[in-house]
């Protein structure tokens, strides 16, 4: 039997990891594979860091996951990829979008936005990394930025056993359903496969 | 039947509908709140309502249980403090129609203030409690909390924590079955909590509560999965998935869904049959010091400890000593705690109080806490629901009698104001307190999603209904002067606090703008940007804590994908150098 995976999506508070993780979830559930997932609402949402977390295999126990447990981070952003690093298995994957939104604490300059954050996790980990936000206003809206990332999630992750374009164009609302289903191919495009 | 992915929350709110409740009340809170937002969708069979706190939504459904119908209460675990009361009396009374009450609890205290374990309000108030391991637990054993309610006549507790409220899992619907309601009759002897009937009641609570424990020993919801002798675990709530996932395989596992009281001869036997018994639970030690008590030798906290969420990986550490493998990467996140959203109407407040450093501002729960984090510093303590005028007060009667000069302003929000605040601001007027209170009314319950309460104008069905006047209320309470302001306009909120301070007898103030995400109001949004050129560095406009700025090569930038132009940063700019594009400046 095959093992289950453990993907953690992360970013910064509105940027869309929620509706990603619905569209990973849908896909999986259509699949036939047993799914939870975990978020968490209220305080942490606003402009906060943001985690949820996706399981799936035969039978999942736990929708939660501790430190080095994870198969895959999805980062939207690229310091959060450094800041849940330690929920990656050694040998994981990570897909980062190179993409840096100041905390507010680096905004009031009482704190330095650290150096390096994307080649730390490339010398640790398999990294596809990728300027989602720039292919995303490539594609005319930003905000489908989270879509593109999780393009480069299906390809990294090999899951081409699901026919994702539709999952995505029935998960999306409908006037934003094209948009979404050319940042997913996007996505898919912009990194290779797992070596 | 094909199954759908749903949270506790939702699942929870399935499994009520299922089980033909027909009276629901609830005051937000986080994680509970989504069991409500589901309930409209149901409308055509039940009613529904948000209540102004958990202490009238509880006796809104105990009403409706006393009536005759099966009734729904929901809450956050400190809800539960303010709902207690009645909770207490319920139990010795018991119930007609079915009555379930929902707690859940926030370990880790994601969105609260505390992490109670609100486990022990079943054994101190008497109640049968269910707990729920994952959605499917939630519709299904939602359904056996009411049957459980009426088969034993008392009200029964269904208690969730964040993770099994906010967890997705597949989750087989069933059908509504309806049940019609119990003729009424007027039962004194019941109903009346007069010490008479009380002296009667709680023995016959006693004797209940020992039928459901005998009950427990054979109730489906309690469940043995007899594996190997040599470990056995005892566990309940979301503490079962973690040990499923953190014990090997061969482990044997009593896993309990009613919690109290516990079934002790279920558990003895259970003991009996494995050589070393673990109890794996998160927080405090409710099980395993029962069980201890029974005199069955047991494993937990000594190991788990009682602070914090857990997960597998963490019982698989503190249990086997087995730390799983983690990578440093050798760089470190810098911290991003949440902040007041840019256009947030409650920072031109927050702004005009942290100018005044004198000032003393007790806080309250909800958005505005976050008043208190850098750089606006403008909070000096946050307590619970409704405690932003009466600490105030507190702090202000010490002040006075240590001879010290302050001034000391109790802030809360409009849904707060309603939920806990009105007492307060009567407390003021009827003692003489020489407090300021501020209503910061942005016109909805902000941090809990969106929910309305009686000052937004509408209901939990999104029908409009009668919108109750804050200035009103105050005006009635006797407060001589109620100044309503617009925070975004910072001169007239600094003129507001000054004139509330300089006049003689009691005056309050309403921080009056919707917040910028009701969805149903047309906002005027706009963009602020920076003339580089005008801007010296100095960094003046930081300390107003928006996210949309920043200081980039020295000088002020405004991230445009998130600003909205509410221009409060132009205000403190002395060089002038922000403006609104298209000119507007308010």
Redesign the interface.
Known sequence: MKQNVSALLVG??GQGAILTAKVL??GL?KAGY????????????????VSTQVHWGEK??????????ADIIVAFEK??A??Y??????GGVAVINDYEI????????????????LE??Q???TCHVLKAGEIARSLGN?RCMNIVLFGSMVRALHMDDIDWETVVAETVPPKFRELNVAAFRAGYNAVGGQA | MSKVLLSGNEAAARGAFEAGVRVCSAYPGTPSTEIFEELPKYRDALYCEWAPNEKVALEVAYGASIAGVRSLCAMKHVGLNVAADPLFTAAYNGVTGGFVIVTADDPSMHSSQNEQDNRHYARAARLPMIEPSDSQECLDFMKAAYELSERFDVPVLFRTTTRIAHSKSLVEEGERTEHAPIPYVRNGKKYIAAPANAMRNHPKLEKIMAEVQEYGNECPLNRLELKGRKIGVITASIAYQYAKDAFPADTSFLKLGLTYPLPMKLISEFAAKVEKLYVVEELDGFMEDQIKAAGIDCVGKELLGNIYELNPQLVRQRVFGEQAETVDVGVRAVSRPPALCPGCPHRGFFYTMAKHKDFVVAGDIGCYTLGGTPPLNALDSVVCMGAGFTVAMGMAKAFKQAGIEKKVFGVMGDSTFFHSGMTGAAEIIYNDGDVIPVVLDNSITGMTGHQDNPGSGFNLEGEIAEKLKIEDILTAYGYQKVIIVDPQDLAAMEQAVQDAIAFEGHAAIIVRRPCLLIKRIKHDIGKCAVDRSVCIGCKKCLSVGCPAIMIKDGRAEIDRAQCVGCTVCAQVCPMRAISREGGESK
């Open positions: 910064v508070g979830v849908n559930v047993d799914v939870k997932m975990s978020e968490v609402h209220g305080m942490s949402q606003r402009g906060g860091s999942v126990n736990s929708p939660v996951i501790g430190p080095g447990a310091m959060e450094v800041r690093s330690n929920f990656l298995k050694p100041a905390s507010s604490t680096v905004a009031a300059g009482l704190e330095q936005y650290p150096d390096g954050c730390a996790m010398d640790h980990f930003e």
